[in-house]
Protein backbone atom coordinates (compact mmCIF):
# COMPACT_ATOMS: atom_id res chain seq x y z
CA UNK A 1 0.00 0.00 0.00
CA UNK A 2 0.99 3.28 -0.87
CA UNK A 3 1.61 6.11 2.11
CA UNK A 4 -1.63 7.63 0.86
CA UNK A 5 -3.71 4.80 1.10
CA UNK A 6 -2.22 3.91 4.32
CA UNK A 7 -2.88 7.45 6.00
CA UNK A 8 -5.34 8.72 3.96
CA UNK A 9 -5.90 12.23 1.68
CA UNK A 10 -4.67 14.05 4.47
CA UNK A 11 -1.33 12.49 4.08
CA UNK A 12 1.24 14.46 3.04
CA UNK A 13 5.43 13.40 2.21
CA UNK A 14 6.39 16.61 3.78
CA UNK A 15 4.02 15.75 7.04
CA UNK A 16 6.59 12.52 7.44
CA UNK A 17 10.02 14.71 6.93
CA UNK A 18 9.00 16.93 9.45
CA UNK A 19 8.24 14.01 11.88
CA UNK A 20 11.70 12.45 10.83
CA UNK A 21 13.48 16.04 11.68
CA UNK A 22 11.64 16.91 14.98
CA UNK A 23 12.28 13.52 16.10
CA UNK A 24 16.26 13.56 15.01
CA UNK A 25 16.26 17.02 16.94
CA UNK A 26 15.00 15.51 20.42
CA UNK A 27 17.06 12.48 20.19
CA UNK A 28 19.70 14.87 19.46
CA UNK A 29 19.29 16.62 22.93
CA UNK A 30 18.79 13.25 24.77
CA UNK A 31 21.88 12.13 23.72
CA UNK A 32 23.46 15.70 24.72
CA UNK A 33 21.76 15.15 28.33
CA UNK A 34 23.26 12.11 28.28
CA UNK A 35 26.66 12.90 27.69
CA UNK A 36 26.17 16.20 30.38
CA UNK A 37 25.07 13.04 32.90
CA UNK A 38 27.87 10.52 31.54
CA UNK A 39 24.60 7.75 30.87
CA UNK A 40 24.56 5.61 28.09
CA UNK A 41 22.04 7.00 25.62
CA UNK A 42 20.44 3.32 24.89
CA UNK A 43 19.06 3.52 28.59
CA UNK A 44 16.34 6.24 26.98
CA UNK A 45 13.18 5.48 25.74
CA UNK A 46 11.65 8.20 23.62
CA UNK A 47 7.86 8.38 23.62
CA UNK A 48 6.05 10.06 21.44
CA UNK A 49 2.93 11.62 23.14
CA UNK A 50 0.04 11.79 20.23
CA UNK A 51 -2.76 12.61 22.01
CA UNK A 52 -5.40 15.20 20.82
CA UNK A 53 -3.80 14.90 17.34
CA UNK A 54 -5.58 12.88 14.71
CA UNK A 55 -5.03 9.36 13.96
CA UNK A 56 -2.89 10.65 10.92
CA UNK A 57 -0.30 12.36 12.84
CA UNK A 58 0.55 8.73 14.86
CA UNK A 59 0.92 6.76 11.60
CA UNK A 60 3.05 9.60 9.87
CA UNK A 61 5.36 9.22 13.05
CA UNK A 62 5.52 5.54 13.01
CA UNK A 63 6.97 6.37 9.30
CA UNK A 64 9.22 8.39 10.37
CA UNK A 65 10.48 5.65 12.80
CA UNK A 66 8.82 6.36 15.91
CA UNK A 67 8.19 3.11 18.11
CA UNK A 68 6.44 3.90 21.33
CA UNK A 69 3.33 6.08 21.33
CA UNK A 70 1.66 7.67 24.67
CA UNK A 71 -1.77 8.36 24.95
CA UNK A 72 -3.65 9.92 28.36
CA UNK A 73 -7.33 8.96 27.48
CA UNK A 74 -8.25 5.03 27.00
CA UNK A 75 -11.17 5.44 23.91
CA UNK A 76 -8.39 7.45 22.26
CA UNK A 77 -5.54 5.03 22.85
CA UNK A 78 -7.88 2.04 22.01
CA UNK A 79 -9.10 3.84 18.72
CA UNK A 80 -5.83 4.94 17.94
CA UNK A 81 -4.34 0.93 18.38
CA UNK A 82 -7.33 -0.15 15.99
CA UNK A 83 -6.40 2.42 13.47
CA UNK A 84 -2.62 1.79 13.25
CA UNK A 85 -2.96 -1.81 13.98
CA UNK A 86 -4.87 -1.37 10.40
CA UNK A 87 -1.92 -0.49 8.15
CA UNK A 88 0.46 -2.93 10.09
CA UNK A 89 1.73 -0.19 12.61
CA UNK A 90 2.18 -2.00 16.39
CA UNK A 91 4.31 0.20 17.94
CA UNK A 92 4.72 -0.25 21.92
CA UNK A 93 1.29 1.43 23.45
CA UNK A 94 1.81 3.32 26.80
CA UNK A 95 -1.27 4.57 28.54
CA UNK A 96 -0.15 7.76 30.45
CA UNK A 97 -2.98 9.60 31.45
CA UNK A 98 -4.75 8.18 34.81
CA UNK A 99 -7.28 4.89 34.34
CA UNK A 100 -10.43 4.57 36.11
CA UNK A 101 -10.55 0.84 37.08
CA UNK A 102 -14.01 0.10 34.96
CA UNK A 103 -12.10 0.86 32.07
CA UNK A 104 -9.28 -1.18 32.55
CA UNK A 105 -11.32 -4.34 30.75
CA UNK A 106 -10.74 -2.13 27.66
CA UNK A 107 -6.58 -1.89 27.58
CA UNK A 108 -5.73 -4.94 29.54
CA UNK A 109 -3.20 -7.23 26.73
CA UNK A 110 -2.93 -4.06 24.45
CA UNK A 111 -0.72 -2.22 26.71
CA UNK A 112 3.21 -2.17 26.72
CA UNK A 113 3.33 -0.35 29.91
CA UNK A 114 0.70 1.59 32.11
CA UNK A 115 2.66 4.10 33.56
CA UNK A 116 -0.51 5.68 35.43
CA UNK A 117 -0.85 3.33 38.37
CA UNK A 118 -2.13 5.54 41.20
CA UNK A 119 -3.98 3.44 43.82
CA UNK A 120 -3.82 -0.03 45.40
CA UNK A 121 -7.15 -0.81 43.96
CA UNK A 122 -6.56 0.27 40.72
CA UNK A 123 -3.34 -2.04 40.39
CA UNK A 124 -5.88 -5.11 41.64
CA UNK A 125 -7.89 -4.44 39.10
CA UNK A 126 -5.42 -4.68 36.57
CA UNK A 127 -4.07 -7.46 37.94
CA UNK A 128 -7.31 -8.99 37.63
CA UNK A 129 -8.15 -8.43 34.22
CA UNK A 130 -4.72 -10.21 32.92
CA UNK A 131 -5.33 -13.03 34.76
CA UNK A 132 -8.61 -13.06 32.98
CA UNK A 133 -6.90 -12.39 29.70
CA UNK A 134 -3.64 -14.68 30.70
CA UNK A 135 -1.38 -11.65 30.09
CA UNK A 136 1.29 -9.80 32.15
CA UNK A 137 0.72 -6.58 32.51
CA UNK A 138 3.69 -3.96 32.95
CA UNK A 139 2.84 -1.21 35.52
CA UNK A 140 4.61 2.14 36.50
CA UNK A 141 3.23 3.75 39.89
CA UNK A 142 2.34 7.10 39.49
CA UNK A 143 4.24 9.09 42.47
CA UNK A 144 2.92 12.42 43.69
CA UNK A 145 7.07 13.32 45.53
CA UNK A 146 6.16 16.95 45.00
CA UNK A 147 2.69 16.72 47.16
CA UNK A 148 0.73 18.69 45.36
CA UNK A 149 -2.66 18.60 46.40
CA UNK A 150 -4.21 18.83 42.95
CA UNK A 151 -1.95 15.79 41.86
CA UNK A 152 -3.09 11.93 41.22
CA UNK A 153 -0.06 9.46 42.62
CA UNK A 154 1.13 8.24 45.53
CA UNK A 155 2.94 10.36 48.49
CA UNK A 156 6.21 9.33 48.95
CA UNK A 157 5.11 7.65 52.62
CA UNK A 158 2.76 5.73 51.09
CA UNK A 159 5.02 3.75 48.26
CA UNK A 160 6.25 1.28 50.37
CA UNK A 161 2.25 -0.03 52.18
CA UNK A 162 1.65 0.16 48.29
CA UNK A 163 4.02 -1.64 47.35
CA UNK A 164 3.45 -4.34 49.81
CA UNK A 165 0.11 -4.90 48.53
CA UNK A 166 1.14 -4.62 45.16
CA UNK A 167 3.66 -7.08 44.92
CA UNK A 168 1.27 -9.96 45.88
CA UNK A 169 -1.35 -9.48 42.98
CA UNK A 170 -0.56 -11.94 39.73
CA UNK A 171 -0.69 -10.50 36.47
CA UNK A 172 1.02 -7.91 37.47
CA UNK A 173 5.24 -6.61 36.37
CA UNK A 174 5.69 -3.96 38.67
CA UNK A 175 8.77 -1.65 36.73
CA UNK A 176 8.85 1.23 38.22
CA UNK A 177 7.84 4.57 38.96
CA UNK A 178 6.50 7.29 37.08
CA UNK A 179 6.11 11.07 37.77
CA UNK A 180 5.27 14.87 36.74
CA UNK A 181 7.50 18.01 37.81
CA UNK A 182 5.13 20.96 39.72
CA UNK A 183 2.45 21.97 37.27
CA UNK A 184 3.27 25.45 36.20
CA UNK A 185 6.96 24.40 36.92
CA UNK A 186 9.06 26.93 34.97
CA UNK A 187 12.44 25.70 33.76
CA UNK A 188 14.88 24.63 36.68
CA UNK A 189 12.02 24.10 39.13
CA UNK A 190 11.61 20.53 37.78
CA UNK A 191 14.88 19.40 38.94
CA UNK A 192 14.40 18.69 42.66
CA UNK A 193 11.36 16.55 42.09
CA UNK A 194 13.25 14.82 39.65
CA UNK A 195 15.99 13.99 41.51
CA UNK A 196 14.04 13.41 44.82
CA UNK A 197 12.03 11.10 42.46
CA UNK A 198 14.88 9.17 41.44
CA UNK A 199 16.29 9.02 44.91
CA UNK A 200 13.13 7.10 46.36
CA UNK A 201 13.11 4.74 42.76
CA UNK A 202 17.02 3.30 43.29
CA UNK A 203 16.00 2.57 47.29
CA UNK A 204 12.59 1.27 46.94
CA UNK A 205 14.70 -1.23 44.87
CA UNK A 206 15.68 -2.92 47.56
CA UNK A 207 12.08 -3.29 48.79
CA UNK A 208 10.61 -4.59 45.71
CA UNK A 209 9.92 -8.34 45.14
CA UNK A 210 11.53 -8.51 41.91
CA UNK A 211 14.09 -6.08 41.65
CA UNK A 212 15.82 -7.51 38.45
CA UNK A 213 12.09 -5.73 36.75
CA UNK A 214 12.74 -2.68 38.58
CA UNK A 215 14.52 -0.25 35.96
CA UNK A 216 11.93 2.14 34.66
CA UNK A 217 11.77 6.02 35.89
CA UNK A 218 9.55 7.82 33.69
CA UNK A 219 10.08 11.18 34.00
CA UNK A 220 10.32 14.14 31.34
CA UNK A 221 8.48 15.95 29.03
CA UNK A 222 8.58 18.80 26.54
CA UNK A 223 9.94 21.38 28.62
CA UNK A 224 11.66 19.35 31.44
CA UNK A 225 13.10 15.96 29.95
CA UNK A 226 16.68 17.46 30.01
CA UNK A 227 17.12 17.72 33.42
CA UNK A 228 15.04 14.00 33.75
CA UNK A 229 17.54 12.32 32.03
CA UNK A 230 20.79 14.11 33.78
CA UNK A 231 18.71 13.25 37.25
CA UNK A 232 17.92 9.21 35.98
CA UNK A 233 15.20 9.28 34.22
CA UNK A 234 14.60 6.22 31.66
CA UNK A 235 11.59 7.16 29.40
CA UNK A 236 11.02 10.23 28.62
CA UNK A 237 7.27 11.06 27.54
CA UNK A 238 7.44 13.94 24.62
CA UNK A 239 4.24 15.27 22.72
CA UNK A 240 4.82 19.04 22.18
CA UNK A 241 7.78 18.85 20.72
CA UNK A 242 7.56 15.82 18.67
CA UNK A 243 3.60 16.35 17.56
CA UNK A 244 3.49 20.34 17.89
CA UNK A 245 1.13 22.64 19.98
CA UNK A 246 -2.10 21.06 20.92
CA UNK A 247 -3.70 23.65 21.75
CA UNK A 248 -3.63 25.43 18.41
CA UNK A 249 -5.18 22.30 16.48
CA UNK A 250 -9.13 23.00 14.94
CA UNK A 251 -11.35 21.51 16.96
C1 LIG B 1 0.59 15.42 27.64
C2 LIG B 1 1.51 14.65 28.51
C3 LIG B 1 2.89 14.60 28.21
C4 LIG B 1 3.52 15.36 27.06
O1 LIG B 1 3.53 16.73 27.32
P1 LIG B 1 4.38 17.78 26.43
O2 LIG B 1 4.59 18.92 27.35
O3 LIG B 1 3.50 18.12 25.27
O4 LIG B 1 5.64 17.12 26.02
C5 LIG B 1 3.69 13.83 29.03
N1 LIG B 1 3.19 13.14 30.08
C6 LIG B 1 1.88 13.17 30.40
C7 LIG B 1 1.41 12.39 31.57
C8 LIG B 1 1.00 13.92 29.63
O5 LIG B 1 -0.31 13.94 29.95
Given at each position: ????????S??NE????G??Q????????I???C?????D???????GV???????Y?K?????????FG???V????S??EE?????M?????L?G?L?K?KV???V????????VDT???A?E??????A??VV?????EA???G???KHG?RE?E??????D?????G??????????????????A??V????K????SLK??V???N????????????Y?????????I?????SIFGD??K??Q
Open positions: MSNVELIGEFDIVRFERIAEVKGSANSKKAGRVGCITLISKVFPVSAAAYLAGLRDENRQELVKILNKCDRPNWHISQNKYIGKTHLIHSVDLRISRKSVNGTSILLNISEESFNLNAAIDICTLDLKLKGLMTMAPIQSIHGDRPFSRTKVFDGYKAPEWDTLSMGMSQDDIAIEEGSTVRIGTRSLP
